[in-house]
């Protein structure tokens, strides 16, 4: 596992860490997009809360979750090479390619936050460990999400373009760019089911410490984990017997 991990690493950074700074660009630009949407719509700063960070804490953790299991998902396509080798799996490919992804996301966050830091755009992190811990979770929301969708996005491409609306559902209803406050009372307990809002709130909470997340249950983004968890692995099991995972 260890050297499947290695090698997935090295793919994905490149040569002179190409990939990391690639991904560093992509995310400077949906943080900087979404920062103007939310100063000229009025809303600026909420509750304390600089924008700039407010922003780029939705940012990181959808594009983990985003990132992660669209990476997943398309495993098979990068697996043939590393499957030649009988001790290792389509599976193990899966949570290499997973475990490098959330890596990478951790590390890009704290920067970014070290960044804001910095330049003082915003305060010390109230709770490093937690916020680090909430990028982790939505990292592996998107790792057993993407086994559950594998073996889908093989059986059916026409699934594809539907995923990619999904997404940006998804992305418009995660908290991105707002708090569970601010959404309409009409469509307060429809927003609620989803789990990445959860934690997105959850996080605004942990990272500046003046906001609290009282509409955000950490108990029921945690039972979505399980739920994924367990499917991921059934669904893995049930592709590869069926030989759609490879």
């Known amino acids: 596992m260890s050297a499947v991990i290695f090698r997935e690493g ?7 860490f190409m990939g990391l700074f690639a991904q560093m660009g992509q995310l400077g630009v949906a943080i900087t997009i979404f920062s103007l949407i939310r100063y000229f719509t009025g809303q ?3 509750r304390g809360m600089d924008i700039v960070p407010f922003v780029a804490t939705g940012v990181i953790m ?5 990132n992660t299991m669209q990476r ?6 990068m697996a043939y090479n590393d499957t030649f080798f009988p001790q290792v799996t389509p599976l193990d490919v899966a949570i290499a390619r997973g ?12 920067l970014a936050f070290g960044i804001f830091i910095l330049v003082g755009v915003s305060h010390p992190i109230y709770r490093p460990a937690y916020v680090a811990m909430l990028i982790l979770v939505s990292g592996f929301y ?3 999400a993407g086994m559950i969708l594998h073996p889908v996005l093989r059986r059916f491409r026409l699934f594809r373009p539907v995923l990619t609306v999904v997404l ?5 209803t995660s908290g991105v760019f707002f708090v569970i406050p601010e959404i309409p009372y009409l469509f307060h307990d429809y927003a609620l089911w989803n789990p990445l809002l959860h ?6 909470q942990e990272y500046f410490g003046t906001y609290s997340a009282e509409y955000a249950d950490f108990g029921y983004a945690m039972r979505w984990l399980v739920g994924l968890i367990l499917f991921g692995l059934i669904t893995e099991r049930a592709a590869r017997r069926s030989k759609s995972f490879i």
């Open 10 to 16: 090295k793919a994905r950074m490149g040569r002179n």
């Open 44 to 46: 600026g700063i909420h």
């Open 62 to 66: 959808f594009w983990t979750f985003r």
């Open 72 to 77: 997943v998902a398309v495993t098979s396509m």
């Open 99 to 110: 475990v490098v992804n959330i890596t990478l996301f951790v590390l890009l966050g704290f």
């Open 142 to 144: 998107g790792l057993f």
């Open 168 to 172: 940006r559902v998804l992305l418009l």
């Open 199 to 204: 934690l997105s709130d959850i996080m605004r």
